[in-house]
């Protein structure tokens, strides 16, 4: 490809996008995209990078292909990962690379570099760019175009929608049971640190998070959040001989997992690979009722009620009895989130659940979340490397790196 052709692809979250990429790389691209037919192609992503990851594990063998092929590529962190991932693409010779939303989940000076290698990159093979957000189009990239359906077709980005940031004021669904929980305080940590195999991760941390309050956690890649966040959910078992008080009792005073995690809803972009049954999107929101990954037990005809009244406040009512695997992933996180917030628990963890959503779903999202907020006295613990401009927390802890551990700052927004 002598010419080193390359594409901004902004995805309406309702477009099959792994139908899409199995286009391209088979050869069968039509309109624009036809020039990269006859050319051999790969895919950088995500899903791509977990693939691989499983793969290393499941014959023990490392893939890599740098100075580090000692290693395995799960032992690094997001940012080295896309990376060393980015690396191995490349060895394998390909005519031009899919990016699918290459961006996602890394901190500001990850993304500074990513954006760098690719810009440099670019003289050199074809890029194509899949994103959901418009502010992840690669600026130096002049071929740019919108997919809004599987129809494939591109069409010239529409500003209006893509600037589109406030979504309509929905109703939020009440409860159908309201949780006993009275006390003001539901996480206190006080001098909390965590170390694995003679390495700390995090360094006496202090953090008290009370009702109705709306935290973002913040750090750059391997700084700790999932360590702090896994502390949280009780399932950490380094919180055993700590200060570390979860829903008014010390942790290993005698509670389960499951006493604390009643107490919780969460989000995380890698619940989306847990549901790989052929539940329909209905089923599986009501799975949230029973913290189960999928539905396997008879709900009642109330909760089922209060299933499709999110349904319907978010206009998706007519997906219900689709297979849950066949939604677009912007749609599957958008109702893992519903799904984390079903019950009303007293803490609510968004673990990124912007990533992946198209600027409509995000505007929902965050609109979801303010609603959350003044509504309700839930509190909310918002993690992601992204500062929303239309998103507030109350307060932002953050994790920073020492070489003894990340310390925790907290910051007034």
């Known amino acids: 490809m002598n010419d080193k052709p390359h594409w901004n692809i902004l995805l309406s979250d309702f477009v099959n ?16 995209l036809a020039v990269f037919n006859p050319f051999k192609g790969i895919l950088f992503s995500d899903i791509a990078i977990q693939q691989f990851i499983e793969t290393e594990n499941q014959y023990d063998i490392c893939k890599l292909t740098s100075s580090e092929a000692n290693r395995k590529l799960q032992t690094f962190s997001a940012g080295e990962q896309k990376k060393e991932f980015l690396n191995y693409c490349l060895h394998q010779n390909p005519d031009y690379i899919i990016l699918d939303n290459p961006f996602d989940h890394l901190d500001q000076a990850s993304r500074k ?20 957000r418009t502010e992840d189009l690669l600026p130096f990239i002049e071929k740019s175009g919108q997919i809004t359906d599987d129809s494939f077709v591109i069409k010239p980005i529409n500003t209006s929608l893509a600037n589109f940031k406030k979504a309509p004021k929905i109703d939020v669904p009440k409860p159908i049971i309201s949780f006993n929980y009275h006390e003001n305080i539901l996480v206190k940590m006080e001098g909390v640190s965590v170390s694995y195999q003679e390495k700390k991760i995090l360094d006496t941390i202090f953090w008290t998070i009370k009702q109705g309050e709306f935290w973002q956690l913040i750090g750059p890649n391997g700084s700790g959040k999932s360590t702090l966040l896994s502390m949280i959910t009780g399932e950490n078992p380094k919180g055993f001989g700590q200060e570390l008080y979860l829903f008014g009792r010390k942790k290993g005073s005698g509670e389960s997992v499951w006493d604390i995690k009643k107490n919780i809803g969460i989000f995380s972009t890698s619940m989306t690979y847990l549901f790989k ?112 401009p239309s998103l507030k927390p109350t307060s932002i802890f953050e994790l920073i790196p020492k070489e003894t551990g990340s310390i925790g700052k907290i910051k007034s927004n």
């Open 277 to 388: 049954r052929n539940h329909t999107l209905e089923q599986m929101i009501l799975s949230g009722f029973f913290d189960s990954i999928g539905l396997y037990t008879q709900p009642t005809q109330s909760q089922i009620n209060c299933v499709n009244q999110w349904l319907s406040v978010l206009h998706i009512s007519h997906l219900k009895n689709k297979s849950f695997n066949q939604l677009s992933l912007g749609l599957q996180r958008v109702a893992l989130i519903i799904r984390a917030v079903l019950k009303h628990p007293p803490l609510i963890i968004l673990d990124e659940p912007l990533e992946g959503l198209d600027d409509a779903n995000t505007a929902l999202v965050i609109n979801l979340i303010h609603l959350l907020i003044q509504e309700t006295d839930r509190t909310i613990i918002y993690v992601s490397h992204r500062m929303e």
């Open 113 to 132: 570099t990513l954006l760098h290698s690719l810009e440099k990159l670019s003289a050199s093979i074809s890029l194509i760019q899949l994103v959901n």
């Open 17 to 32: 996008k792994n139908k899409f990429i199995k286009t391209i790389l088979s050869g069968n691209s039509s309109g624009e």
